[in-house]
């Protein structure tokens, strides 16, 4: 049962600068070290494997920090965010992925903010969306839908249906998660709730890894530079520092601004692309950015006084 609301002074103005500016520069950038880490290894098996170091990491040095051990009420929380967050939402994308294609998987997973603008007027705060911020979510679609192609999109003939139900309940999944971290009893501890967080999802993995993927070419496989160099990138900023950014800000920011990382990623994955990769960035592309940047400013200009919602177990 969540506590009563209770009226906090307003989280940093810098602070919330530099947590957006990892959660949309560092999950945009995760396109590029998970591509290059899934070409020979599972993605489940990978993702469980990212999630078990970097909550592992994290547990530690809370413990070593002398933070208290958590409650079981505690864990019961993490374990059900965890789960809906980097549980679902990633297993199924990974899932998804490789059954349906790329542009309509993209386009999905774009329509974050949009369930969780509904789910937060149906479901959680009851408070309507004004006109700004739907005009900001449709814009943020219009540009994904531009940034794709209309061309990508009509390849969805003989489309796996089956999959693109999977993601679906997914992208709804972290749009839950995300409206239900606040309400839940996790630890003061932005830390300790984090790296429970992570834990839960990497053991939710696991099985999941092991129902679907077969284990028994991973004895034989030998790890590659690439392959450790893309791993230890998911784990320290990926999980570690993007996460734990996420986290704090579905506790202290409007969850229609939270959820505008959606629209930015795949901008900067392009960004990246035609850095590393020399990729071309054409007309097209320039401008489905600039729409989606316009929708992200008109949610953010919405949402500009930032009040932390009600949160329990302190």
Known sequence: ??????????????????????????????????????KQLP?????????????????GYARARGIAPPTARNW?????????????????MA?????????????????????????????????RPGPPEI???????????????????RTGEGLDWAGVGILLAGTISWAIGTLTAPRTPLPASQTMATAMQILAAGVVLVPASLLR???????????????????GYLVIFG???????????????????????????????????ALVLNEPVTGRSVLAAAIIIGGVVLITRRKRSVQSPPQSGK
């Open 95 to 127: 899932i998804a992925i490789q059954s349906i294609p790329t542009g309509v998987v993209a386009l999905l997973i774009a329509s974050l903010p949009l369930w969780i603008v509904l789910l937060n007027w149906v479901a959680f705060a009851r408070k």
């Open 135 to 153: 005009l900001g979510v449709a814009l943020g679609l219009l540009g994904m839908a531009i940034l794709i192609g209309p061309d990508r999109l």
């Open 213 to 231: 993927e077969d284990w028994s070419a991973l004895a034989g496989h030998r790890w590659t530079f690439t392959e450790i160099t893309s791993m």
């Open 76 to 92: 019961g929380a993490a374990l059900l965010v965890g789960t809906l967050l980097l549980g679902v939402g990633n297993g199924t």
């Open 239 to 273: 999980s570690i520092v993007a996460f734990t950014c996420y986290a704090w800000l579905v506790q202290v920011a409007p969850p229609g601004l939270v959820s505008t990382y959606a629209y930015v990623n795949p901008v900067v994955a392009l960004l990246l692309g």
């Open 1 to 38: 049962m969540s506590a009563p609301v209770t009226t906090t002074r307003p989280p940093d103005r810098l602070r919330l600068i530099l947590a957006f500016a990892a959660v949309y520069l560092i999950w945009g950038s995760t396109y590029l070290a998970v591509a290059l880490v899934t």
């Open 43 to 59: 993605p489940l098996f990978t993702s469980a494997l990212r999630f078990l170091i970097a909550g592992g990491l994290m547990y």
